[in-house]
C-alpha cells in the first residue's frame, strides 16, 4: 500500500468519463496505445496513450467509455505525449481491466 495522503491531496485530481473514439498501435511501440479520447464539450478531445498493448487490442477498447484522470501534466511517452492517464485494475497475476463505464454516463463525466 502507498503512503497514506490527505483528503485534499485526492481532491486534485479530475477523474472523467471518456470515450475512446480511435484506439491504434503506434508504429514506434511495442507497449502502449494510442488512445483518442472525447471529454465532452468542456474538456473536448485529448490523446492519451496507455501501456496496455500486451494486454488489449485497439478493436478491444475503440467505441468503450473509460475512467481518465484529465489534468496531469503533458507527459512525454516515446515519440508522443499523453494528456491524461487510463485507470486500469491490475491483479497480481498481471491480469487488467481498465475501469469501464455505462454508455449512459456521457463523456466528460466527473468520477467521484
Given at each position: 500500500?502507498?503512503?497514506?495522503?490527505?483528503?485534499?491531496?485526492?481532491?486534485?485530481?479530475?477523474?472523467?468519463?471518456?470515450?475512446?473514439?480511435?484506439?491504434?498501435?503506434?508504429?514506434?511501440?511495442?507497449?502502449?496505445?494510442?488512445?483518442?479520447?472525447?471529454?465532452?464539450?468542456?474538456?473536448?478531445?485529448?490523446?492519451?496513450?496507455?501501456?496496455v498493448q500486451k494486454r488489449f487490442k485497439?478493436?478491444?477498447?475503440?467505441?468503450?467509455?473509460?475512467?481518465?484522470?484529465?489534468?496531469?501534466?503533458e507527459r512525454k511517452m516515446g515519440e508522443?505525449?499523453?494528456?491524461?492517464?487510463?485507470?486500469?485494475?491490475?491483479?497480481?497475476?498481471?491480469?487488467?481491466?481498465?475501469?469501464?463505464?455505462?454508455?449512459?454516463?456521457?463523456?466528460?463525466?466527473?468520477?467521484?
Amino acid at each position: 500500500m502507498k503512503p497514506i495522503i490527505e483528503f485534499t491531496d485526492f481532491e486534485k485530481i479530475d477523474l472523467r468519463a471518456g470515450k475512446i473514439v480511435k484506439c491504434a498501435i503506434p508504429d514506434w511501440s511495442q507497449k502502449l496505445l494510442e488512445l483518442d479520447v472525447d471529454f465532452g464539450a468542456e474538456i473536448g478531445p485529448k490523446k492519451i496513450f496507455a501501456g496496455v498493448q500486451k494486454r488489449f487490442k485497439p478493436e478491444d477498447l475503440a467505441g468503450k467509455t473509460c475512467v481518465f484522470a484529465v489534468n496531469l501534466a503533458e507527459r512525454k511517452m516515446g515519440e508522443g505525449v499523453s494528456q491524461g492517464m487510463m485507470l486500469v485494475a491490475v491483479a497480481a497475476d498481471s491480469a487488467a481491466s481498465p475501469l469501464w463505464v455505462d454508455d449512459i454516463v456521457a463523456p466528460g463525466s466527473a468520477v467521484r
